[in-house]
C-alpha cells in the first residue's frame, strides 16, 4: 500500500509523541500508560480513553502493530515507518526547543 | 425495609453526557450505585454506602473483536463498565477527594469523541430527510402517512438539533 507522506501527520499531539515514543520497544496498553506518565516526568497521563483512540489510530495507519498477546493484552511496537515519524517528530522539537531557549537568553 | 434497588427516570439528550456524569457521580454520593444502563432514561441503581464515584461517559461503538482490547484497556487503568447503551459506555473509578480521573486526557481526543458521536447522528439523519423531501412532493394521498410525516418531521429535527449541539460542542473545545 502506497504511504502518505510522514510529514502529514506532523506536528504529532503530546499523547500521541509519548505513545509512540514509548513503543520503541514492545509495550501493552497499561504498560504504555505509566511510561507515559514515567518519561513525561509526570507531565503527561494518558486517559484509557485517549490511548485506545491514538492506538487504533496509529494502528490503521500501519505506524505501530501488535506484536503479542499476553493474559487478553496485546502489545504493540513501532514500525520503520512509525520509528521514522518520530524522528521526524524529534527534529521539530529540537528546532522548537533551541528557538525557544535562545529567545528566552536573549530577552533576558 | 428500605429496598436495595432502585430505578430512576431521567432524560439526558446526546450532547449532555457530562451533566449525567455529574447526576451519577451524585447519586453514588447519596449511596445508590449505577447497576446497569439498558432502556434509554431508565437507570437502576443498588443503595449501598456513599462513595465519591467519578463516572464517565464514552461514545464508543466497537466491532466484538474490539470490545476486549477497548475493556482490558479501561480495567487496567481502574476504571469499572457499568453498562453500555447505543454505542455509550458507562465506566466509573472511585476517586480520592479532590482528584478527577478521566479517560480522556486532551482536547483533540475528546473531539474525536464528539466527532463519532456527530457521525452517527448525520448518518440517522441522512435518510430521514430523504424520505421527508421525497413525500412533501406527493401531496397527502392517505390520511394516516400525514401523521408519519408529523413524526418524522418531529424526529428528523430533534436529530438536527443534537447534531447541531454536539457540533457546538466541538467548536468549544477546540478553542480551549
Known amino acids: 500500500m502506497a504511504r502518505n507522506n510522514l510529514d502529514n501527520y506532523l506536528p504529532l499531539t503530546e499523547s500521541t509523541y509519548y505513545i509512540m515514543l514509548s513503543l520503541l520497544e514492545p509495550l501493552h496498553g497499561y504498560g504504555v500508560m505509566q511510561r507515559v506518565e514515567a518519561i513525561s516526568r509526570g507531565t503527561v497521563r494518558v486517559g484509557p480513553g485517549t490511548l485506545y483512540g491514538a492506538l487504533t489510530m496509529l494502528e490503521k495507519e500501519g505506524l505501530i502493530v501488535k506484536v503479542s498477546e499476553e493474559d487478553r493484552r496485546k502489545s504493540y511496537q513501532l514500525t520503520d515507518e512509525g520509528r521514522e515519524l518520530l524522528k521526524k517528530q524529534v527534529q521539530r522539537l529540537e528546532i522548537m526547543a533551541a528557538s525557544g531557549r535562545a529567545a528566552h537568553m536573549a530577552g533576558k | ?176
Open chain 2, 1 to 176: 425495609m428500605v429496598k436495595d434497588r432502585v430505578t430512576r427516570f431521567r432524560w439526558f439528550w446526546a450532547w449532555q453526557d457530562e451533566k449525567e456524569e455529574a447526576w451519577l457521580g451524585e447519586m453514588s454520593r447519596r449511596g445508590l450505585h449505577l447497576a446497569s444502563v439498558g432502556l434509554p432514561c431508565f437507570y437502576t441503581f443498588i443503595r449501598g454506602e456513599p462513595r465519591n464515584m467519578t463516572y464517565r461517559l464514552d461514545y464508543q461503538p466497537y466491532t466484538k473483536k474490539e470490545r476486549e482490547d477497548y475493556l482490558q484497556l479501561f480495567r487496567d487503568a481502574g476504571w469499572e463498565h457499568v453498562g453500555e447503551m447505543a454505542a455509550w459506555q458507562y465506566f466509573r473509578k472511585e476517586a480520592a477527594p479532590g482528584e478527577n480521573p478521566e479517560i480522556y486526557t486532551d482536547i483533540e481526543s475528546k473531539v474525536a469523541k464528539y466527532k463519532r458521536l456527530l457521525g452517527y447522528l448525520l448518518i440517522l439523519l441522512a435518510p430521514l430527510w430523504v424520505i421527508l423531501i421525497i413525500q412533501f412532493g406527493d401531496g397527502v394521498p392517505y390520511p394516516w402517512l400525514s401523521g408519519i410525516k408529523i413524526f418524522g418531521f418531529v424526529v428528523g429535527t430533534l436529530l438536527l438539533y443534537a447534531a447541531v449541539r454536539v457540533f457546538l460542542r466541538i467548536r468549544q473545545l477546540r478553542r480551549l
